[in-house]
């Protein structure tokens, strides 16, 4: 039996029609209250893995509904609406991380979506300090795959600070390459409890090992308007070629995940308002819906 909730029809035509004309494929508030977002194509968020959706007051969600109320030390208060997506890095500990499946493959993809730094952040210590930030690939992650893989990165100082670098594999079942363009991310104490946009466009080579594949990586602070979003990192004749057998595309990714440098006490990040397109998205404001003016997306959930 096929159930199908926090729809209409009108919404689910207005959900493909947005689609079909270059409206974003996902945009995801997390306003559900859960991780059932999902669009035509069959995009997916895996198991939470030390994530959960949160308000401001507690979290409600984490492989199932829960309720704990925030401790008081902490700030769950999302960028949009009510509710976002938690990180929590208990101190000593090395992995939080959301995962997803875009559904199809697509070759060129837009991501652009709010990141909270930690109230209390301070890079972790040890070496090497490099921690996860986003990561995407075709078929395979790193030398697993016979396509590419793009991860972004961002490595610590002693003053707790930290530089934001991306690396790729050209795919063929080979390991990343080394760390390119480390530049100035998260500065310590002032950007605590900051809001961020990030803006990521990837786009795969045209034809085989050609060298016109693109990285390219936007940031702007909350505080800063669309127009003035800085391009962090710029990469135009990438070979990121699509594997023979498949996927034709980017297939796959996550959000966060391995810390290197643990953090000394408990962390937490927040995600919230993350857009998924196939068209530029640095005319938004970065708190666009798919149907172009509603508050709300309309959230199309397929279970079997």
Do not use: C
């Not at 309720?67 to 992995?95: C, Q, T, V």
């Not at 109230?119 to 210590?125: A, L």
């Not at 396509?147 to 934001?164: K, N, Y």
């Amino acid at each position: 039996m096929v159930k199908l909730k926090h729809f209409t029809a009108m919404a689910l035509a207005s959900l493909l029609a947005g689609t079909a004309y270059g409206e974003p494929l996902l945009v995801d508030s997390f306003e559900s209250g859960d991780m059932s977002a999902t669009n035509e194509a069959g995009f997916d968020w895996s198991r939470n893995n030390r994530t959960s959706v949160v308000t401001s007051e507690a979290a409600v969600y984490n492989n199932g509904t829960i309720y704990n109320p925030i401790d008081l030390a902490n700030n769950w208060e999302p960028k949009h609406g009510k509710h976002s997506l938690r990180f929590r890095y208990p101190a000593g500990e090395f992995l939080a991380e959301q995962r997803f499946n875009l559904g199809k493959a697509y070759k060129d993809i837009w991501f652009q979506y709010w990141v909270r730094v930690p109230v209390n952040y301070f890079h972790g210590q040890s070496s090497p300090s490099n921690h996860k930030f986003f990561a995407l690939w075709m078929d395979g992650y790193s030398y697993h795959g016979n396509g590419p893989t793009v991860i972004w990165e961002f490595w610590g100082d002693d003053t707790g600070s930290s530089r934001l670098a991306y690396h790729y594999s050209e795919g063929g079942y080979n390991i990343l390459g080394g760390h390119i363009d480390r530049q100035p991310f998260i500065s310590v104490p002032d950007d605590r409890g900051r809001w961020m946009e990030i803006t990521i466009h990837v786009k795969a080579s045209s034809q085989g090992q050609s060298n016109d594949g693109v990285i390219e990586l936007w940031r702007r602070w909350e505080s800063e308007s669309p127009d003035k979003r800085t391009l962090l990192h710029r990469k135009t004749d990438a070979v990121l070629p699509i594997p023979p057998e498949g996927p034709q595309g980017w297939k796959n990714g996550y959000f966060m995940g391995w810390a290197n440098a643990a953090y000394s006490s408990d962390t937490e990040w927040l995600i919230d308002h993350v857009t998924i397109s196939e068209s530029p998205l640095l005319s938004t404001d970065g708190l666009q819906s798919v149907s172009g003016n509603a508050p709300t997306p309309p959230v199309l959930s397929v279970k079997n």
